[in-house]
């Protein structure tokens, strides 16, 4: 009767300590940086501020152009986006407020910056504009592999060339690495490549 009583007790610490070292392991991986894909979403649908250098790929039935800019982002709404390549444009900075659209650059010809580059007036490219979408459209969703979150919305300006917005997140990091523009044919249309990223989220 005694081995009896002493073989449950034995069972019983090892299952309460089985219990309590789980629970110590899960709180350490909390507090370390694995979040839940969830958290990693609403992590990027909370950022208030960012600071990143990206490669804009943009293709048309005519021709493929390539730039290089800088955009910047501070709650709720101010947008920079400073042009370092192709070096005709090199140094072309376009502001948004929300409401005003500020061009700087006195030696360009703003006809031409209209005519040949008017994707980079458009904020649809910038990061801040994505989230926006996402949480407007109520077809947002996500999904994910072992190493990415994927973000998918439609945008919400009426053009056939930029219906579909797909960001792709690095599960380590939380930052994202790339984002798809597709238009009604699922056809990319814009391709963005995160090269440095500096982000700050309220989450």
Not at 37 to 65: A, F, G, M, P, W
Request: charged share 25%.
């Amino acid at each position: 009767m005694k081995k009896k009583y002493w073989f449950i007790l034995l069972i019983l610490i090892i299952i309460i300590g089985g219990v309590i070292f789980y629970k110590n392991m899960v709180k350490d991986l909390k507090i370390g940086n694995n979040k839940t894909s969830q958290e990693i979403v609403d992590y990027i649908l909370n950022i208030s501020s960012y600071e990143v250098q990206v490669t804009v790929n943009v293709t048309s039935n005519k021709n493929s152009n390539k730039y290089i800019l800088k955009q910047t982002y501070q709650s709720p709404n101010k947008c920079t986006q400073e042009v370092i390549e192709p070096s005709n444009i090199a140094g072309v900075k376009i502001e948004n407020d929300g409401t005003n659209l500020k061009l700087e650059n006195s030696a360009l010809n703003l006809t031409s910056l209209i005519e040949n580059y008017s994707y980079l007036g458009n904020n649809a490219l910038d990061l801040s504009s994505f989230i926006e979408n996402y949480k407007q459209n109520s077809d947002s969703k996500f999904e994910e592999n072992d190493t990415e979150i994927i973000m998918k919305t439609s945008n919400n300006i009426e053009n056939i060339y930029m219906q579909e917005k797909i960001l792709h997140i690095d599960k380590k990091t939380h930052n994202p690495t790339h984002m798809e523009i597709k238009d009604n044919k699922q056809k990319t249309t814009i391709y963005i490549l995160y090269n440095e990223v500096k982000v700050s989220s309220t989450k």
